[in-house]
């Protein structure tokens, strides 16, 4: 009987010790995947007027050339208020993809450039 018990008490705790080793991983990873991107935050179309409605985007010099990544739509939501009228300087951290011929960035981080 005692040895039943101890045998499922290692068994248990060696699982939860894999579990814990995983999760790490797949937290390591997910941040694995993101970029930075450092530029302009900005309005698509106010600012930019390459939209025609409004969209926070952050415009990034890549290889010499403008390169404008559009904020996920919670991102849009939370931060637009701040740069629809005008533009800042900032380090946006998130992952990337790409929709309709659009890169996309999941915002995970914000932060405006120390002036």
Same mark, same amino acid.
């Given at each position: 009987?005692?040895?039943?018990?101890?045998? #499922? !008490?290692?068994? #248990?705790?060696?699982?939860?010790?894999?579990?814990?080793?995983?999760? @790490?991983?797949? *937290?390591?990873? =997910?941040?694995?995947? @993101?970029?930075?991107?450092?530029?302009?935050?900005?309005?698509? *179309?106010? %600012?930019? $007027?390459?939209?025609? =409605?409004?969209?926070?985007?952050? *415009?990034? /010099? @890549? &290889? $010499?050339?403008?390169?404008?990544?559009? !904020?996920?739509? %919670?991102? &849009?939501?939370?931060?637009?208020?701040?740069?629809?009228?005008?533009?800042? @300087?900032?380090?946006? /951290?998130?992952?990337?993809? %790409?929709?309709? $011929? /659009? /890169?996309?960035?999941?915002?995970?981080? #914000? %932060? =405006?450039?120390?002036?």
């Amino acid at each position: 009987m005692y040895r039943v018990m101890i045998a #499922l !008490f290692v068994g #248990l705790a060696g699982l939860a010790l894999t579990s814990g080793v995983a999760a @790490e991983d797949k *937290k390591s990873d =997910k941040k694995a995947d @993101e970029k930075v991107l450092k530029g302009s935050v900005c309005c698509a *179309k106010c %600012e930019l $007027g390459v939209a025609d =409605k409004c969209a926070t985007v952050i *415009k990034v /010099k @890549e &290889n $010499g050339k403008d390169v404008v990544y559009y !904020f996920d739509a %919670e991102a &849009n939501k939370k931060h637009h208020s701040d740069y629809c009228k005008g533009s800042a @300087e900032c380090t946006v /951290k998130g992952k990337i993809s %790409e929709k309709d $011929g /659009k /890169k996309i960035v999941t915002v995970s981080s #914000l %932060e =405006k450039a120390k002036k």
